[in-house]
């Protein structure tokens, strides 16, 4: 009697493992064209529509790298304070998380709550940071604390925006369900709110992962006091024209803000990522 496995073709069983490095090649693709333009769009830019003259504003990418990044003594100096704007962005990251699912959880449980909490973190949203970046330095100092304080101000509005959206989104026949089991309010939060709101909340936190990278930067040009940050450098190298340490300093930023990213969209997939399609 002939198995399957001898009916399965020889060129089906040879295509087998090279699925999943098609599938890798596959997700690569789009990420190099997409840097391969950028590249190309900045050599155009450089060497076609500037002049020598003024080509110093926008170095090709390659002057960007030997005479910044290839610096062995420059590239120290950038990972150190790149270093610095890390520990102030997750630091804030990490309170802005606390902080907004608490008060995300508090709105859900008591609409007055809602209603008189829910219009401060508008608002927080839609001033402008810089126009408190003043204050935050009186009341704080010019140091980490206030460097954080920045990145909370800036990323906890989604947290609480996500949070409270996927625990307001339940679906009504598990809440009836929950309410025939005579389940209390703890209960219902911890066993059925907070599990069906986690989607909402990691998306809520990519977002903020971002913001926060933009806080610590924004704080380290304002707040000086203590060791410079990434934000601290780009001041430094736009006011002497260093234009090739300040884009080197720049795709350094970008790189740690992507990897922040990449980080929580991990997390996004890992945790949710088989049974909602929200990590897909």
Not at 163 to 187: C, H, M, P, Y
């Amino acid at each position: 009697m002939v198995s399957v496995a001898a009916r399965v073709p020889a060129a089906a069983k040879l295509q087998l493992p090279t699925a999943p490095l098609r599938k890798f090649a596959g997700a690569l693709v789009a990420p190099l064209v997409s840097i391969t333009l950028a590249l190309a769009a900045w050599y155009a830019v450089s060497m076609l529509i500037l002049s020598e003259g003024r080509r110093f504003l926008l170095p090709p990418p390659h002057v960007v790298f030997s005479e910044s990044l290839a610096d062995p003594k420059k590239l120290e100096v950038m990972l150190e304070a790149l270093a610095v704007t890390a520990r102030v962005a997750i630091t804030g990251l990490l309170i802005s998380a606390v902080l907004g699912v608490a008060i995300a959880v508090l709105m859900s449980q008591a609409k007055p709550i809602e209603n008189v909490v829910y219009p401060y973190a508008v608002v927080l949203q839609a001033i402008p940071v810089l126009a408190v970046v003043p204050l935050i330095g009186l009341w704080l100092g010019y140091g980490f604390a206030a460097r954080t304080t920045v990145c909370v101000l800036i990323a906890i509005h989604p947290i609480i925006a996500m949070t409270l959206f996927g625990i307001k989104s339940v679906d009504g026949n598990l809440q009836e369900l929950f309410t025939l089991g005579r389940a209390g309010r703890l209960r219902r939060l911890w066993s059925l709110q907070l599990p069906a709101a986690l989607p909402s909340t990691l998306t809520g936190l990519r977002t903020a992962a971002g913001l926060s990278v933009t806080g610590a930067i924004i704080g380290d040009m304002f707040f000086a006091q203590g060791k410079p940050g990434i934000g601290t450098l780009l001041d430094t190298y736009r006011a002497r024209l260093q234009s090739e340490d300040l884009i080197g300093a720049l795709l350094l930023a970008a790189l740690f803000g992507v990897l922040v990213f990449t980080v929580f969209t991990v997390i996004q997939k890992v945790s949710v990522g088989r049974w909602h399609n929200s990590a897909q």
